[in-house]
């Protein structure tokens, strides 16, 4: 700890005096780009959009000269591009993608850590820490450099974010927290007091600082507990409202504070482990050798066997082991994973075989894509160097799926096969168990179901959305199908994956059941009355914000097109996927709007009450390519196998106009479908 320690109470009508004299000197705003909510904070805060010094002293006067606003538009002012490896203001198709992290239980709250630490040790055992429980971390002053210094990797791949290099970075912290109230949460921009409530209530963000701060940024970082966001000081403040613990004990306490109760246990391998690495990436420069991606035979498979026949805990690798495959090389892998427990049933295969992504990306040097016999694994040059084996992949599996899923697994057991001949025989072994498992869901239609099933993992952020799954509505976000609610259900039942009886039918053609509505109703704390499953001009399903896909009217045209959220350029409506996200978030009904899933446009039910595909007539070409082929072969089966061409994108219709152009040149069929309105 510093000798000189600084006075908070002191300090803070200095720095606010410091804010207030600074407001008038702003001369321009610029901005930033990739956001729907202009200056996210003052907008939240005010409803007012600022862009200039008039609007910006409208907004500060307007909240009372809140400080945390005068820090958004000071800073904002002072906007400057910034390289590597720090973010700056992070878009809000980012915060969308982050989305199903922070209420799958990936991620179980915020972090700021700000200042100039005195040692790079302590700054490096905070960080690691957060990670380690499952805390989304950003980093704004020399807390930044000095981790880069102990050898901490930084990122968003890394759940660690450098958003800048000085404390006054640290807004985009606030503002993230602003847009996530708007964007999941429903919060109307100038509703200061349920803005304020909901970032009490679900924020879950904790500050962390250490010393060296001017009286203008302690001022700044003060105002973050109008946020109700605790400060746990690391050393160089004393008084105000800030807590002091002793270092060690700091991330507990601040978790505490929070209300988050996490057990960490280690894993006894080489390597740290953590969902703070899931989205990290191991290029092929950092790469000491790969398994499957195309280059090699590889495959994935979980299996229930019977209690005997497992041993907990036994890890065996049949074939080469790392040090005898050559660096740079594809070698073939087989992930065979047997496991057993008297609850667990084969339907739950694949349903945990999917985890096996999840586990394998939770290594700092591993890292996995795909599924199935497509899967692709590297392992890196620094994990191989520390003595991380193909070995270790399994005792990290087995670890993780026994931590996972305590009451529903007594044992596990992993077999890692590296031999070519032995991958080969045992690939074929598991191509047919997958065929035999799509066989069971294969063709299923939601006439032949009596239950659909809800998801409200979302409620974290979007307290009254309720997503309804059927068998060919997957969930919005792409990451649950009807099978994984049954499933989930199954094996939670208490969980946030729940049966809906259909109920009596309203509406075939708009997928309207008296069951579903009395079940939205419920869930959705009455702030939802009806919901119809195929029609969006009405009743349309809410949105949380987690959505991969928005659906959107253009009467102009009389269809119906999608934009994904990767793509970044304006659509024919005139808006960017972030302008239009940002109309339909927050569990609110927006007719003529809808959050899907990229695989719900392949279903027979693709908004089926407005004409379905026949309707679709843009699509960004990104998603198009994606889509491709599955999308002819569904066109193709229902006799429209032309139409696929006729659906427009970027390189040939970027604004209303030229869409018109084009449709009527290849003469679409939503041209002369009834009107849509």
Not at 222 to 231: E, F, M, T
């Amino acid at each position: 700890m510093e000798d000189f320690m600084t006075s908070i109470q002191e300090s803070l009508p200095r720095g606010t005096a410091a804010l207030d004299q600074a407001m008038a000197g702003i001369t321009a705003i610029p901005g930033y780009d990739e956001t729907a909510y202009h200056l996210p904070i003052s907008f939240a805060v005010t409803g007012t959009v600022v862009e200039d010094a008039s609007s910006a002293d409208e907004a500060y006067q307007k909240s009372g000269k809140n400080p945390l606003i005068a820090w958004e538009c000071l800073h904002a002012s002072l906007h400057q591009p910034l390289e590597e490896p720090y973010t700056g203001f992070i878009a809000d198709a980012v915060i969308r993608k982050l989305g199903y992290s922070l209420v799958d239980g990936s991620i179980l709250g915020l972090a700021l850590i700000v200042g100039t630490p005195q040692g790079k040790d302590l700054a490096a055992a905070i960080a690691r820490e957060l990670q380690e429980k499952y805390m989304l971390t950003f980093l704004a002053g020399d807390v930044v450099s000095s981790l880069s210094g102990a050898g901490v990797k930084v990122g968003l791949d890394y759940r660690l974010i450098p958003l800048g290099p000085s404390v006054s970075h640290g807004i985009h912290f606030a503002d993230l927290i602003a847009r996530v109230a708007m964007i999941f949460g429903g919060v109307a921009p100038g509703d200061a007091g349920r803005l304020l409530t909901y970032a009490k209530e679900r924020a879950k963000a904790v500050v962390f600082a250490f010393p060296g701060m001017t009286d203008q940024e302690i001022a700044c970082i003060d105002a973050l507990r109008i946020l109700g966001i605790p400060i746990i000081s690391l050393g160089g403040y004393e008084g105000g409202e800030w807590i002091a613990p002793t270092p060690t004990e700091a991330v507990k306490q601040g978790m505490d504070l929070l209300g988050i109760r996490v057990t960490v246990t280690a894993i006894p391998i080489p390597m740290a482990c953590s969902p703070a690495f899931e989205g990290k990436s191991i290029r092929k420069e950092e790469m000491y050798a790969e398994f499957g991606g195309g280059r090699s035979p590889a495959f994935e498979l979980l299996r229930v066997r019977p209690e005997a026949e497992v041993e907990d805990g036994k890890v065996t690798v049949i074939g080469p082991e790392i040090e005898t495959i050559p660096e740079g090389s594809a070698a073939p892998l087989g992930i065979v994973i047997e496991v057993a427990g008297k609850t667990m049933k084969k339907e739950y295969e694949p349903v945990l075989e999917r985890r096996i992504h999840n586990f394998v990306n939770y290594g700092e040097g591993s890292w996995h894509v795909a599924q199935r016999d497509l899967i692709w694994v590297r392992l890196s040059k620094e994990a191989v160097k520390n003595g991380v084996r193909v070995e270790h992949i399994g005792k990290l599996l087995a670890s993780k799926f026994r931590i996972d899923f305590p009451d529903l697994l007594d044992a596990v057991q992993v077999t890692l096969i590296t031999d070519p001949e032995q991958v080969l025989t045992a690939k074929k072994e598991a191509e047919a168990i997958y065929d035999e498992r799509d066989a069971r869901i294969k063709g299923m239609k939601d006439d032949d179901a009596d239950t659909f099933y809800s998801c409200t993992l979302c409620q974290t952020f979007a307290p009254d959305h309720v997503c309804v799954i059927t068998p060919e509505r997957p969930g919005l976000c792409g990451a649950i199908s009807w099978l994984d609610g049954k499933i989930a259900y199954e094996i939670s039942p208490a969980g946030a994956n729940q049966p809906v009886q259909k109920g009596g039918l309203i509406s075939a053609e708009n997928g309207e059941f008296e069951g579903v509505n009395r079940f939205v109703r419920k869930a959705s704390h009455g702030a939802i009355e009806r919901c119809q499953l195929y029609n969006f001009m009405e009743y349309p399903m809410t949105a949380c914000g987690c959505f991969e896909v928005i659906a959107l009217v253009l009467p102009e045209v009389n269809g119906i097109m999608v934009v994904n959220r990767e793509y970044k350029g304006e659509t024919p409506s005139g808006m960017s996927f972030s302008t239009l996200a940002g109309t339909i978030g927050g569990g609110v009904q927006t007719p003529g709007f809808a959050g899907i899933s990229k695989s719900y446009i392949l279903s027979d039910r693709f908004l089926q009450a407005e004409g379905g595909i026949d309707r679709l007539v843009w699509m960004p070409s990104v998603l198009k390519e994606e889509l491709a082929s599955r999308l002819k072969e569904r066109l193709k089966a229902q006799g429209k196998g032309d139409l696929f061409e006729k659906i427009a994108d970027e390189r040939n219709a970027e604004t209303i106009e030229a869409l018109t152009e084009f449709l009527a040149g290849v003469d679409h069929p939503a041209l002369t479908m009834d009107s849509i309105l």
